[in-house]
């Protein structure tokens, strides 16, 4: 494997002027611990090794992601920051990297070639999904879930106390949403929540005979 480097001090301090300039848009004031970015990992499917990441940031849920043998080439980023995206650009040369809007996420996975190789197992995202709009939240999820296998998850992390992709887009796209972990060791602390598609509870066929009216 390529030596990767850590999130060093420049590159923290290369966040926080971006949360600056736009705290909505980048919605933390520093990169995410690699706690974080291990409870996220935890929360991947078995057999994980195709993964789409929404909002980069300068890459430390990534670094993680390479680290624990995730493939480079099996590994889209988008990241909407021009800035992030170059610091994305130079750590991580070898991952598939876009500067794009995650609700084009499954346009870019289709014309780039991506979803040509296979679905994607999992979406992991960083994005603020807490603070945006309902009908932004819903395009991005069934954007995302565009993209992933049917049994594929899309894990998502929150400084808010509870899930943070709206109930109403829970139900109008047909998703489960399920606590799976919390970290002190963040800032601020952060909880990880996986969504997947409802399962269909199919009803099993009755024999003609005992059908009641
Ligand atoms: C809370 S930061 C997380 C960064 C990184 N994943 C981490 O955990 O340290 C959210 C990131 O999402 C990016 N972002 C916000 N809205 C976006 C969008 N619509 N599409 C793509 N990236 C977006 C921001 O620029 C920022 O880098």
Redesign the pocket.
Known sequence: MPFIAPTDRATRWS?FL?WLK?PM????V???SPQ??RQMIAALPSGTTRII??????????EQLLLHGIPPQQLMV????EA?HQTLRQRFPDIRLHL????DVHRLATESGFLHEAQADAIVS???LLSMPKP?QRD?VSEAFACLRPDGRFVQ?TYGPASPVAREVLDELKLTARRVSFTWWNVPPATVYVYERQRSTAVPAQPMGRRSA
Not at 25 to 28: D, L
Not at 53 to 62: D, F, R, S
Not at 78 to 81: F, G, I, P, Q, S
Not at 100 to 103: L, P, Q, V
């Open positions: 966040f971006q736009n848009g980048v919605a933390a520093s990169p995410s974080l970015a990441e929404l909002g980069g940031g300068t890459g430390a849920i990534t988008l990241e909407l920051n992030m794009a809007n995650a609700t960083g994005l603020g932004l991005i992390f």
